[in-house]
Each structure stands twice: as C-alpha cells, then as structure tokens.
C-alpha cells in the first residue's frame, strides 16, 4: 500500500473547486496532522483516500498497487452508533472479514480492555458519552488493524479529558503500526501527537513538514499567519 503517492488530485462538484491539484507523498509509518483553515478541503481529502468521493482529475498510486479493497479505515467527527450493544457495535466490523461470531465478540472485548469500555460492553452504545462514542469507534476501526487508519477531527467536541483519552489510544494505534493521517484545529494537539504536519489552504497543500519545523519556521506566510490566529476561515454564502 505504501507508499501512497498523490498526483494533481482534484474534485470540482458543479464547477466548485474543493480540490485544487493535491500533490502530496505519504510513508508507511507516523501520524500527520491535516491542519488548515475551514474549507481547505482537509476532511475531502480524507474521504477521497477512503473511496467514499471521487475525485474528478489525477490518481492515487497505493504503492504502486490497486486501491486496497481492505487496509484502509476512517473514523469521523461523529461516528455512527447502531441500535446494539457497546460490545456489537464494535464485532461488526469483522464480519466483512469473513470472522465468525464467537471470535469477533472475543477480539472485540479484547479491544474494549485496551480503550477503557469493557465495563460498557453490554450496554446500549447510544447511552455512550460523546467521549465513549468516539473511544468505541476507534476500537471498531483498531479491531481490524488497518494500514491506514484516516481521523477526522476525533476530539473535535470533546473536553479536554476526554480528548486526553483519545490522544492515548491513537498513540497505542499507531505504536501497533498502523499509520495515520488525522484533522484537527487544535494546534497543541498537533504538536503532542504529529510526526509531520500537512497545512492546507483553498484547496491546495501549502506545505508538508516535520511538525517542529512547521511550527517553528514555518515555510509560507499563510501557515505563519494560521499558527498566529490571524488567518481568516473560509466563508461559503
């Protein structure tokens, strides 16, 4: 799968442009943060490597491959809960693996151990804080041990406990090898978390960089004025 090489990639729905010719190339270990202004096209880009858009020019070339039918795993800002328990919630994900259901309930309960759910497994996922939800959702998409795991803004709506616990298990993630690409707006969390850093802007990728450097000599003046607070979001009317 890796690496995964991204030439001049573009969605224009209706003649917008969200896209704008994305050139990027990612290695097969670490975590990059997406970082950049609303409307940069960070959340896009995560869903164009999971297949879940289109895009309407260029190509990804997955190690010099076809696109993985399995491998790759995104998790969202706010993930879907199924009517079922905490424990089945998360077993369902190896049911397209072909896994029967005695051996996804044991994965799955050895998995709710390793994200502080365990004493959960029975219940409703819907009684779940905001917190658990996004602590189950990373355990369904860590049962199948992806190559790839994509997060969009996992921590997003969540105080700064609960935000310290997602940190945890992303780092546990990606110590098992699984890589990771993640979105957020929160800068420190990019700083405890990144290996390297991806600042987006309209569309484009502004710059790609080792998060030290980025944050502290960062190559373009929209990164700069991002980091400083001053760059203005983009406005849709």
Do not use: Y
């Amino acid at each position: 799968m890796f690496p995964i090489r991204i030439h001049d990639l573009r969605f224009e729905p209706n003649g917008r442009v969200v896209l704008d010719g994305i050139d990027l190339e990612l290695g097969g270990e670490g975590i990059t943060l997406v970082l950049g202004p609303n409307g940069a096209g960070k959340s896009v880009l995560l869903r164009t490597l999971c297949g879940l858009v289109q895009p309407t020019g260029g190509r990804i070339d997955w190690g010099g491959g076809e696109p993985p039918k399995f491998g790759v795993t995104m998790v969202f800002q706010h993930p879907m809960m199924l009517r079922a328990s905490v424990l089945e919630n998360v077993a369902l994900a190896l049911k397209p693996h072909g896994v029967g259901r005695a051996e996804r309930q044991r994965r799955a309960a050895q998995v709710l151990e390793r994200v502080g759910l365990a004493p959960r497994a029975a219940e409703s996922a819907r009684h779940l804080s905001g917190g658990e939800q996004q602590r189950l959702a990373l355990a369904r998409a860590w049962l199948t041990r992806p190559r790839l795991l994509l997060l969009d803004e996992p921590t997003a709506s969540l105080d700064p406990s609960a935000t310290a616990e997602v940190e945890r298990i992303v780092r546990e993630i990606r110590t098992d090898g699984t890589r990771i690409l993640m979105t957020t707006h929160n800068l420190g969390q990019a700083t405890r978390l990144g290996d390297d850093v991806i600042f987006m802007s309209a569309g484009r990728v502004r710059e790609h960089a080792p998060v030290q450097r980025f944050f502290a000599r960062p190559s373009s003046e929209e990164a700069r004025l991002f980091i400083q607070g001053e760059l203005p979001w983009r406005m849709n009317f």
